[in-house]
């Protein structure tokens, strides 16, 4: 049972371009989400967070929005650059737990 | 200001022998979360300690798989009796606080089982 989704295995953008990558939920109690980016063999990086509370953060080139009502988040990224090539995860959290549950992951390929 | 770190960062183990991988945190974080990665697939939540007390096993097979954080020294995941199944990236993350916190991730141990 996957609770968090991230339908698009990959994803192919332009330099200078926005990179949206989708993540969808099914618990309804989830109140905290992430996403994190990760190169080969190296550990996720935190990139930004959201709690159930907003309906978007953002920090830099890089914007997460939050759609409760569809169980949906987003990332943006823009404009684009070759370096944002990794592997993306989305992960959410529950009230009173730790316990992240990821997504399995969108390959960004940013082309120069 | 180190970040968290895993040793080794590659690990090769035939049938049946036991692996060892740990994990120090950043300085100033005291707790400890292990997850896995199987190939394709996003990681998956093991086991949450704090120093000297498993909080969370709930993501842990229930055999053969062991997990500590002792009070002084690295946290320790143990797997004994391993089989080609259990070959995965294995990731640690810390945290200065439990909820609702960014986890750190170190860079993994890739384990390899023949």
């Known amino acids: 049972d996957q609770q968090v989704k991230q339908n698009s295995p990959s994803l192919s953008v332009q330099e200078g371009r926005i990179s949206i990558l989708n993540c969808d939920y099914t618990n309804s109690m989830f109140d905290y989400f992430l996403w994190y980016k990760k190169y080969p063999a190296e550990g996720p990086t935190f990139l930004i967070s959201?709690?159930?509370?907003?309906d978007k953060n953002e920090d830099g080139r890089f914007t997460v929005f939050l759609n409760k009502s569809a169980k949906h988040l987003s990332l943006h990224i823009v404009p684009s650059q070759p370096g944002d090539s990794a592997v993306y995860f989305c992960a959410a959290s529950a009230p009173g737990t730790y316990k992240y549950i990821f997504g399995t992951g969108t390959r960004l390929k940013v082309l120069a | 200001n180190a970040g968290v770190m895993q040793n080794p960062r590659h690990l090769v183990r035939r049938r049946g022998q036991e692996a060892r991988l740990r994990c120090s945190p950043m300085?100033?974080?005291?707790?400890v979360y292990w997850y896995r990665q199987l190939p394709e697939e996003g990681l998956k939540f093991m086991v949450y300690l704090q120093k000297e007390n498993i909080i969370d096993e709930s993501g842990m097979p229930k055999e053969r798989f062991s997990a500590e954080f002792p009070k002084e020294g690295p946290s320790i995941l143990r797997i004994q009796q391993v089989v080609r199944g259990d070959s995965a990236a294995y990731f640690c993350?810390?945290?200065?606080?439990?909820?609702?916190?960014?986890?750190?991730f170190g860079p993994g141990t890739r384990l390899t089982v023949l």
């Open positions: 993350a810390s945290s200065p606080r439990d909820i609702h916190n960014e986890q750190f």
């Open positions: 959201i709690s159930s509370i907003k």
């Open positions: 300085k100033g974080h005291s707790h």
